[in-house]
């Protein structure tokens, strides 16, 4: 128990920003880039702060609505930490992104700041009630601004996703209500306690009769539709491209990994036994996202296009891992397949995030650039007029596709590492996903950066210098995190193996 | 002595009289004179229910009468006063013609 | 046998043991030329100087550490001590489980550091030349430094991991250096196929990486006896069974064996070898002749114990019948359609592919030292002759055809003699040059294989087509008449002495590995060796050399019969082409492979990507815009019941409540007299209701 209210304020702050955004005009982005710097800052003293044995730590725990078993619970184990650091990093990255936004900045900037806080808020909450409010308080921001900054057909776009992610977060709601109705309790520790000792499922049984599978159904929907898994991710390449670009970075660099960090803190520990039963047809569904994810990229003409389904599949690995690991396993070795498998989950979604925040900015500059294009076809030997440009989405791009010593290349290895003993099968389908991904990018390159430099765009501009001061440390962070990952895992680890130790399936 | 019922029946009566004249008169001094015939009629009950009730002895009965009639005379002379200020502002105390009670 | 150990240790390199000078600072080898490459990546375009001289002096540095290391496990070797020291550290933890890299110093990596550095140092100077007008010269020499760091990052990995990372290290330089001049679309289109078709094999390594990473529960090659090359652990892999009859060792060796196929362009991932030749000249004799492409070579060797664990009573395993008969068949089958190219740079990398065959049928019948020999020689005579293919370029202006070439003798004569010695050696031209030692080791273990006599006549018909081949393109290039444009020149003292040190060594290195005195063999393999010239009175031996002879001169006299000296005009049909049409025409369309797989792979490919596309927007975007559709006609049902029912209940409802307001209205009369009656009214009823309820 920390006595300082750390992660409150955490949560508070944007909120104060966005208040503060809203007011002061044109002075909004200057707010939310001290906001933002502010949160970051505050973040990583998080990070610092966790406790050493992978527990959760930093704990606020208040009465809230006792009678209903709602209660104000916040901690962080590294997991949420994590996600924290990564929610603050893309946050600060989109604002940083958002150069030229005339209509309404204060408001613009200011749901930046809500999303942020809603991000943070469900990072941190320990009690379902806390943890679905800030779940649907981030949407609301999200749905605002794509509805009033998006591209052409932002309008359809933005209604697709605010109902898609409702139809889940409801599907979410009734299960908890029914989980709650049998025990009395939304306190994700409590449940999963339960859970690990059988009694939350005899419980529910006694209740409700046998309806553990649907409610286990009902949550996997509700994470489903917001990672996404195919086939629940339809809204997501209309979203992704019709959001403006630093949304898109928000949605596909922090929002999505609120889905996959949901299945690691309640779907596995309450459902495991259930997604354990459910196993193969889950896995199946994993495989065809991270293989048809990337096949699907292979087919689209529009870079944001190509960035969102090359997102579903990189996504995909984490699902592939998170369905392969839950399986009963016995004795040392097998339980090692389970760790490597969720430390490379856990990277993959700080990698992703990075990674893919990463590319929507270049793409963000290039319609900068361009007037607006974004077309795979519109472009041609731009390295030529534009070399910083292209070496760094280069190495951005080639993070994704998973070269070794780039970010992403370790959190891929761990989770075949994990999957191939566990899943042999899913492992061996899925490697396709890491060759058509890779075809995807490297025509990306060849398109856009290689062959001949059309006369118009020979005054493509090159970066100049207040953009490589901003990207320089992403990539930094990129080519840091592919040689010395253990910044990072060093602290997961202890936290897989307390996830681990407390997870029944 | 003359028995209770006596006395109530006088009151009875004098209230009748003065609810009648309350409600029938359009004149607005002639209503108020009714209902002080009402009150009237009310602290003769007081001082009749006092004096035979179960403590005659103690004064009690005597003082919420003569509080009574303060509070009416208080009263009157309310109601006078605003009797002629409606009666500056409408030139007329006909009770029929003066109804900007109604909003 | 002694074997010298490091111990593993927590995070950093902490060293236990004996541990030399030379294997401690053994991981500056790579890391000085990567923080070289790093740091060139920074420099602006003008800092040529600079750059080529950071490139080269770390290079340089390296090679000094090279032999220092190598001179150690020399020295070890002459003691009798065969060397094996490692130092190990665990770099990330999952688990109890640690994730262990770690480098090796033991004569297969010596060997490989001293050829590596040396070679590359030799292009590196050769470049300065080279390149000395291309625009882009400093982003040359840093990704050349990347290259060259990541190679030797590869050859000292003592993990398995350590290495796939290299590996793919290696395999973006080489992408990122076929397509160096992007605004060629056809060398964009080439870099991007050969990152690809590694990618094919190298996804098949991953897969066999984390399987033995699973199976062994160690990343290491040598730790101690622990590591997954020990005997503990293959132990632990033979006696695991992967189905199709064979043991985890085996499917975990072919899948590392697929990793090999794709880098060193075996059959049938050979394709995007000959492409890959759009690079520039250095780049092919560095990374496609002598080093990258041969790092399959070298991983099929490092991980040799596990490809042999298991052997049968003959000495082989499934992995190594494998890799024999996929080497012979890829030696044979790129010698064919060397044959019938006349682009000077495509011959050569057909030759390539064919050779790198050689070295995986050696390693596959004979081991680890005749395969590597092949190796070591080839990459000096190969990379020669891709640097006398620059010359030749350089000098011809740009010129690749071989048929606009011819008498280049007469101008070029520094090339010509170092292109001679190297084609000879490629060649096997007896007992004069190291490529016929090396071959030589390769057919004498091919003709005393049990499993087939196969790969042997394989291998023996693609010596003839390799004499062949080399004497057509050398008879092209050299002799006749000059059909050029403008006339050539003979290229600058910078990049012919690189050449000329390259052509003495394409000599030499035959000494180390005569059967007389088999020093590479048993430096490599750990024991003693001796001279014994009588060998070569053995009937065996001349029974090999005479084949040798008959092979060598049969191509050579042949090709030149057909070509030498004739210098036809570039458009008239080659002289086999006159013979066998159709044949020629096969040959020359490289026996359609490529378009094989275009119709196939890619056509596949584009199909399920189109699949994909249609799935996302007919079928799941379809049932998304049904349950919307379903939505839609229910909002619009409600509105209909809501306008016709509840609205018009509720107006109705609405309305009853105005009008009884409008009665209590009417009660609000504002004289004062209604509401004194109304107060009776409620007075008579009060009493009455009290009178009422009060009656006994």
């Keep these: 128990m920390n006595g300082f209210p750390i992660l409150t304020l955490l949560t508070v702050l944007p909120l104060v920003g966005a208040a503060i955004a809203l007011l002061s005009g044109k002075h909004a982005r200057g707010v939310a880039l001290i906001t933002a710097l502010i949160a970051l800052a505050g973040s990583l003293l998080v990070w610092t702060k966790l406790p050493a044995d992978g527990s959760i730590g930093l704990v606020e725990r208040a009465a809230w609505a006792p009678s209903l078993g709602i209660e104000y619970h916040l901690g962080v184990d590294a997991l949420g930490a994590l996600m924290l650091v990564l929610s603050a990093i893309v946050t600060l990255m989109a604002v940083d992104a958002s150069h030229r936004v005339h209509h309404q900045p204060g408001l613009f900037y200011g749901l930046i700041l809500v999303l942020e806080a809603g991000l943070f808020g469900s990072f941190t909450a320990l009690n379902f009630f806390h943890w679905f409010l800030f779940w649907e308080l981030s949407l609301i921001p999200a749905f605002f601004l794509i509805k009033l900054w998006g591209g052409p057909r932002r309008g359809p776009a933005a209604t697709q996703f605010f109902i898609y992610t409702m139809a889940g977060s409801v599907a979410l709601l009734i299960s908890f209500l029914a989980i709650f109705l049998s025990t009395g309790s939304m306190d994700f520790g409590t449940l999963t306690a339960m859970a690990s000792s059988g009694a939350l499922g005899q419980m529910v049984t006694a209740h409700l009769g046998n309806v553990m599978p649907w409610l286990a159904i009902g949550v996997l929907a509700g994470f489903a539709v917001k990672v996404p898994m195919i086939p629940f991710h339809t809204w997501l390449p209309a979203a992704y491209s019709e959001a403006p670009s630093p949304v898109t970075m928000l949605l596909a660099g922090a929002m999505s990994k609120m889905g996959v960090y949901g299945l690691l803190r309640i779907a596995l520990p309450i459902f495991g036994v259930q997604i354990a039963a459910m196993r193969t047809p889950l896995l199946v569904l994993a495989v065809i996202t991270v293989v048809m994810g990337a096949w699907a990229a292979a087919a689209q003409k529009d870079l944001k296009r190509i960035f969102a389904y090359s997102s579903v599949n990189h996504l995909g690995y984490c699902l592939l891992a998170i369905f392969a690991l839950a399986i009963p396993v016995a004795g040392t070795a097998a339980q090692n397949n389970q760790a490597a498998a969720l430390n490379g989950v856990i990277l993959q979604m700080f990698n992703h995030g990075l990674t893919a925040a990463a590319l929507f900015w270049f793409v963000a500059m290039i319609q900068l650039r361009s007037g607006g294009l974004r077309g795979l076809e519109d472009f041609g030997g731009l390295r030529k007029a534009a070399p910083v440009f292209a070496g760094l989405m280069g190495i951005a791009m080639f993070s994704s596709l998973g070269l070794p010593g780039l970010n992403s290349f370790v959190s891929e290895f761990l989770i075949f590492r994990g999957v191939f003993p566990l899943s042999w099968v899913a492992a061996s389908v899925s490697v396709l996903g890491l060759l058509i991904t890779a075809a995807v990018l490297l025509t990306v390159i060849q398109k856009v950066f290689s062959g001949p430099l059309p006369e118009h765009w020979a005054k493509f501009p090159d970066l100049h210098h207040s953009e490589r001061l901003a990207l320089a440390p992403v990539i930094g962070l990129m080519i840091l995190l592919g040689l010395v990952p253990q910044l990072i895992l060093n602290s997961v680890n202890p936290t897989v193996v307390n996830l681990l130790a407390h997870w029944r399936f | 002595m003359t028995p209770l019922a006596g006395y109530l029946l006088v009151a009875a009566l004098l209230f009748a009289i003065g609810l009648g004249g309350a409600l029938i008169r359009r004149n607005a001094i002639l209503v108020l004179i009714g209902i002080e015939l009402m009150l009237n009629a009310a602290n003769l009950n007081l001082i009749a229910f006092w004096r035979y009730g179960p403590h005659p002895e103690a004064l009690t009965g005597m003082m919420f009468a003569i509080f009574s009639i303060a509070v009416a005379a208080a009263e009157a002379a309310v109601g006078l006063g605003l009797i002629i200020s409606i009666y500056r502002h409408a030139q007329t105390t006909d009770l029929d013609r003066i109804n900007r009670m109604k909003g | ?696």
């Excluded at chain 3, 400093?138 to 000292?156: H, N, P, Q, Y």
């Excluded at chain 3, 010509?416 to 490629?426: E, K, N, R, S, V």
């Excluded at chain 3, 086999?576 to 359609?592: N, S, T």
Aim: proline share 4%; with cysteine; net charge neutral.
């Design chain 3, 1 to 696: 046998m002694l074997i010298q150990e490091g111990a593993a240790a927590a995070f950093h390199p902490q060293i236990a043991g004996p541990a030399s000078f030379a294997v401690r600072n053994l991981w500056l080898v790579p890391a000085v030329p990567i923080v070289a490459a790093g740091v060139i990546a920074l420099l602006k375009q003008p800092r040529r100087k600079l750059s080529a001289g950071l490139a080269i002096g770390s290079l340089g540095f390296s090679m000094l550490l090279a032999f220092v290391a190598f001179a150690h496990v020399a020295a070890g070797w002459a003691s009798g001590v065969a060397v094996r020291e490692t130092v190990n550290f665990t770099w990330i933890q999952a688990g109890t489980a640690s994730v262990a890299l770690g480098w090796v110093l033991d004569p297969l990596s010596a060997v490989m550091l001293v050829m590596v550095t040396f070679v590359g140092l030799l292009i590196f100077i050769y470049s300065t030349g080279y390149m000395a007008h291309d625009e882009n010269f400093t982003r040359f020499f840093c990704f050349l430094s990347l290259f060259a760091g990541a190679m030797l990052g590869l050859v000292i990995s003592n993990s398995i991991l350590l290495l796939f990372m290299c590996w793919e290290l290696v395999g973006l330089t080489s992408y990122l250096l076929i397509g160096f001049w992007y605004h060629k679309p056809s060398a964009a289109a080439a870099a991007k196929k050969a990152f690809m078709t590694t990618r094919v094999g190298d996804v098949l390594f991953l897969l066999g990486m984390v399987w033995l990473f699973a199976q062994t529960g160690t990343l290491l090659f040598y730790n101690n006896g622990a590591g997954s090359m020990e005997g503990w652990a293959l132990g632990g892999l033979i006696s695991a069974h992967a189905g199709l009859g064979l043991t985890a060792a085996g499917a975990i060796g072919l899948l590392i064996f697929a990793g090999a196929v794709g880098k060193s362009g075996q059959f049938p991932l050979h394709v995007w070898l000959p492409d890959a030749m759009e690079g520039p000249t250095p780049v092919s004799a560095l990374i496609h002749a002598a080093t990258m492409v041969a790092a399959g070579v070298y991983l099929v060797a490092r991980v040799y114990p596990l490809m042999q664990a298991g052997a049968a009573a003959n000495g082989t395993t499934t992995a190594l019948i494998v890799i024999t008969w996929i080497g012979s068949i890829t030696a044979v089958f790129a010698a064919l359609i060397a044959i019938a190219q006349n682009d000077i740079k495509r011959i050569l990398a057909y030759s390539t592919v064919s050779q790198l065959g050689y070295m995986m049928a050696g390693l596959g019948i004979g081991g680890v030292a005749v395969g590597m020999f092949h190796l070591i020689t080839h990459a000096f005579f190969k990379s020669l002759l891709f640097l006398g293919a620059g010359s030749v370029i350089h000098g011809c202006h740009e010129e690749q055809d071989v048929r606009h070439m011819g008498g280049l003798k007469a101008y070029m004569p520094w090339t010509f003699a170092t292109y001679a010695i190297a084609m000879l050696a490629l060649c096997g031209f007896p007992l004069l040059f190291s490529g016929f030692w090396s071959k030589d080791a390769i057919l004498e273990s091919a003709k005393g294989w049990e499993i087939s006599k196969g790969p042997y006549y394989l291998l023996v018909f693609g010596a003839v087509l390799t004499a062949f081949y080399m004497t057509r393109q050398v008879s092209y290039v050299f002799f006749g008449k000059w059909r050029g444009h403008h006339p050539a020149h003979e290229s600058p003292r910078v990049m012919v002495l690189p050449m000329a040190i390259l052509a003495l060594f394409a000599v030499l290195l035959g000494l180390i590995g005569t059967p007389a005195w088999p020093w590479f063999r048993s430096f490599l393999e750990g024991h003693g060796a001796e001279a014994n010239l009588s060998v070569f009175g053995e009937p065996a031996f001349l029974m090999l050399l005479g084949t040798s002879c008959i092979v060598v001169f049969l191509g050579i006299g042949i090709a030149w019969w057909l070509y030498g000296n004739r210098s036809p005009a570039a458009e008239e049909p080659d002289a086999l082409e006159k013979a066998v049409p159709l044949v020629w025409a096969g040959l020359r369309d490289r026996l359609y492979v490529d378009e094989f797989y275009d119709v196939t792979v890619i056509a596949f490919y584009r199909a399920w990507a189109r699949v994909a596309n249609w799935l996302d927007r007919r079928v799941w975007g379809g049932i998304v815009a049904g349950v919307a559709l379903a939505f839609r006609g229910l909002a619009h049902l409600d509105r209909l019941i809501d306008e016709s029912w509840v609205n018009g209940g509720f107006d109705k409802g609405c309305e009853e409540l105005s009008t009884g307001g409008g009665l209590l209205a009417r009660m609000q009369t504002g004289r004062v007299q209604t509401y004194l009656r109304l107060l009776a009214l409620a007075f008579v009823v009060l009493a009455a209701i009290l009178i009422w309820s009060s009656r006994p």
